[in-house]
T-cell receptor
Framework: EDKVVQSPLSLVVHEGDTVTLNCSYEVTNFRSLLWYKQEKKAPTFLFML????IEKKSGRLSSILDKKELFSILNITATQTGDSAIYLC????????????FGTGTRLQVTL | DGGITQSPKYLFRKEGQNVTLSCEQNLNHDAMYWYRQDPGQGLRLIYYSQIVNDFQKGDIAEGYSVSREKKESFPLTVTSAQKNPTAFYLC???????????FGPGTRLTVL
C-alpha cells in the first residue's frame, strides 16, 4: 500500500521567516510527486516533480525531490500571511488512472 | 466561466438518508475523482472514472456509489450504509495524458 508522511503536522512562523515542509513516501511504482496548497476549499496545484535533483521554483516557493531517499521538501522564503494554508503532498503511481495518494498535510500559519 | 462546480456547498442530512453530491465540469477533462477529507487526515480516494460509463472503487468506497453517464458529470451518492459520512468532499478532474488533477470547491456534508 502506498504511503505518504508529511512533517511537521503544523507550524506557526512569523512573517519573513523561511520554512521547510517535508514529505516522505513509499510507493511501489513511483511516477510523480505533487504539491498542492489548500487555503479554504479547493486545493490548488503548486509543483509536480518526477526527476531527482531538479528544483522547481515559483516565486518564493521551491521544491526538490530525492528519489533515492524517497522524500521531497517544499521551501517557502520570506513568508507572508497569505502563505497560511494546508500544504498537501501526494504521490502518483504508474497506473493508467494516475491515482494520487495524499499525506495528512502540513498546516502553516504565518503571523505578523 | 470554465471550471469545476460542486453543489451544494453545505449539506445537512439526517441519519439513514441517502444524499447525492453533484460534480460538474466544462474543462472537457476525461477523468474524474471523488475524495473525502477529514480533519487531521489527508484526502482519501472514494471512486474514480476514466471514461464515460466506467468507474472504479478507490480506497474507501464502502457506503458510496457513483455514476458517469456524461463526460461532464460525476455525481456521488452517500448512502445510509456509510457509517461516518460527515466530512468535506472534493471532486477532481484530469485531462487524459496529463498528470495534474484539478479540484472543485468541495461540499461539506454534516449528518445530524
Amino acid at each position: 500500500e502506498d504511503k505518504v508522511v508529511q512533517s511537521p503536522l503544523s507550524l506557526v512562523v512569523h512573517e519573513g521567516d523561511t520554512v521547510t515542509l517535508n514529505c516522505s513516501y513509499e510507493v511501489t511504482n513511483f511516477r510523480s510527486l505533487l504539491w498542492y496548497k489548500q487555503e479554504k476549499k479547493a486545493p490548488t496545484f503548486l509543483f509536480m516533480l518526477t526527476s531527482s535533483g531538479i528544483e522547481k521554483k515559483s516565486g518564493r516557493l521551491s521544491s526538490i525531490l530525492d528519489k533515492k531517499e524517497l522524500f521531497s521538501i517544499l521551501n517557502i522564503t520570506a513568508t507572508q500571511t497569505g502563505d497560511s494554508a494546508i500544504y498537501l503532498c501526494a504521490v502518483m503511481d504508474t497506473g493508467t488512472a494516475s491515482k494520487l495518494t495524499f499525506g495528512t498535510g502540513t498546516r502553516l500559519q504565518v503571523t505578523l | 466561466d470554465g471550471g469545476i462546480t460542486q453543489s451544494p456547498k453545505y449539506l445537512f442530512r439526517k441519519e439513514g438518508q441517502n444524499v447525492t453530491l453533484s460534480c460538474e465540469q466544462n474543462l472537457n477533462h476525461d477523468a474524474m475523482y471523488w475524495y473525502r477529507q477529514d480533519p487531521g487526515q489527508g484526502l482519501r480516494l472514494i471512486y474514480y472514472s476514466q471514461i464515460v460509463n466506467d468507474f472504479q472503487k478507490g480506497d474507501i468506497a464502502e457506503g458510496y456509489s457513483v455514476s458517469r453517464e456524461k463526460k461532464e458529470s460525476f455525481p456521488l451518492t452517500v448512502t445510509s450504509a456509510q457509517k461516518n459520512p460527515t466530512a468535506f468532499y472534493l471532486c477532481a478532474t484530469r485531462l487524459a495524458g496529463e498528470r495534474k488533477q484539478f479540484f472543485g470547491p468541495g461540499t461539506r456534508l454534516t449528518v445530524l
